[in-house]
């Protein structure tokens, strides 16, 4: 009995597999819950690097290793299977995501955003729009309440949603645009959720990209994120899932 166990332990960790997966930042903690669940599942250990959507993007065009994409947008995965960087028929909505404007100090964001035309702060966080799609979205939402043009001299930009989490979370900037996700399971500070018709749908879709095509490893964590352990997970950060 003891000999089977061990050829079975074997087995499992033979078949066993790295699998390097590129994280938009706004799914930094979700991302992190599914990948242990994955590998708890399947034995598979996932390789996890966090960041802008647009900065991988570039990382991917260049031959960086990913297996795997998980943008904060449909653009650039769609790029990249049109440039067969990415596996045809692997592309898919795996969130859609919600922006909101959030302040680590309370009461400073009401709940219909009108602090925007207020204006009463001097600094106002985005991710950079070039590179973040909720950064992109920040702006489209300040365009579409009149305000862009006036606030623009309040702007910092951070290189990433979790930069732009942080500027805001020390302080550095009164307020900021942030993802729901971030925000979503604590009650720090205060928040208005931007109501979706302000902004371009975020439509989150990950990839299998070329370098995992044949990696079991890394086509069995594409198959997982559809899974509803992972939806499950998805879903609890304030996500939706179609």
Known sequence: MTAILCLSAFSASAFAGDVQVAVAANFTQPAKEIAAAFETKTGHHVIMSFGSSGAFYSQIQQGAPFEVFLSADAERPTRLEAETLGVKGTRFVYAYGTLALWSATPGLVDGKGTVLKKGNFQHIAIADPATAPY??????????????????P????????????????????????????????????????VPAAVYTPIDQQAILLTPG??????????????????????????????
């Not at 992109?136 to 006036?150: I, N, P, R, S």
């Not at 020390?170 to 307020?175: F, I, M, R």
């Not at 044949?214 to 304030?238: C, Q, R, T």
């Open 154 to 193: 309040k702007i910092v930009k951070g290189s990433s949603i979790a930069q732009t989490y942080g500027f805001i979370d020390s302080g550095s900037a009164e307020l900021g645009f942030v993802a729901l996700s971030q925000i979503y399971k604590q009650n720090k500070g205060s928040r208005w959720i």
């Open 213 to 242: 095509a044949n990696d079991p490893a890394a086509k069995a964590y594409i198959a997982f994120l559809k899974s509803p352990e992972a939806v499950k997970i998805i879903k609890s950060y304030g996500y939706a899932v179609h």
């Open 135 to 152: 950064g992109l979205a920040a702006v489209e939402t300040m365009k579409k309440l009149g305000l862009y043009d006036t606030l623009s």
